[in-house]
Every structure is written in C-alpha cells, then in structure tokens.
Nanobody, 120 residues
Framework: QVQLVESGGGLVQPGGSLRLSCAAP????????RGWFRQAPGKEREFVAA????????YYAAIAKGRFTLSKDNAKNTVFLQMNSLKPEDTAVYYC?????????????WGQGTLVTVSS
C-alpha cells in the first residue's frame, strides 16, 4: 500500500528549477524522517537528501549541497525538495522515502517516484 506520493517532476532546461513534493496522509509518517533518492537510467539508486521528522535537521549528499533544499509543511504532512541549477546529470527518477531505519540513508517505506528530465 503506497502511502507516499511524489509529484513535481517534469522536463526542465539546464540551469532551471523544480520543486518536488512528497505527500503522505495526515497522521502517516508525520513524525518520521523522510529522504529523497534518485535513480538514473542504468545506474544504482543514490541518496540525495534527508530531513528529520520535525523538519529541524537536514542532511545533504554532495550532489545536492548548495543546489537542493529540503523543507517540510507539517500541516500538510508534505516534504519538499527544491532543486535549483539543474544539470543534465540530475536526470533520474526521484523517490521519496519515510521512516529511517538508519539515519540518514536507510529508509523503510518508499513512494513510486517522479521523473525529472533535464535537457535542452
């Protein structure tokens, strides 16, 4: 049963921005950490960033530092990944995950993913 829903992916030109959303039903994963991962064609899934349950602590992979920003709307139980200065190598399916089994890179529950394509 999928309880995490990603949205916001799409086609963007290099240098552009996108904001991904990871929504969960109110009361589900509300106090759990969430993470973002991505998987490019032919490559293994890689960690992007994670945010603590209360939104007060964030952790970014090197690929995301300085370009991507996490935030959380507790009222909507939604986590956002703002991605700026996008590059063609950011093209991937982006997955949201919840309930860290080992902070910040291991999670138990996963969404279905949203495709981000960076191309001119």
């Amino acid at each position: 049963q999928v309880q995490l829903v990603e949205s916001g992916g799409g086609l963007v030109q290099p240098g552009g921005s996108l904001r991904l959303s990871c929504a969960a039903p109110v009361g589900t994963f509300s106090t759990d950490a969430r993470g973002w991962f991505r998987q490019a064609p032919g490559k293994e899934r890689e960690f992007v960033a994670a945010i603590s349950g209360n939104g007060g602590n964030t952790y970014y992979a090197a690929i995301a530092k300085g370009r991507f920003t996490l935030s959380k709307d507790n009222a909507k139980n939604t986590v956002f990944l703002q991605m700026n200065s996008l590059k063609p190598e950011d093209t991937a399916v982006y997955y949201c995950a919840a309930h860290a089994t080992k902070w910040p890179r291991e999670f138990q529950h996963w969404g279905q993913g949203t495709l981000v394509t960076v191309s001119s």
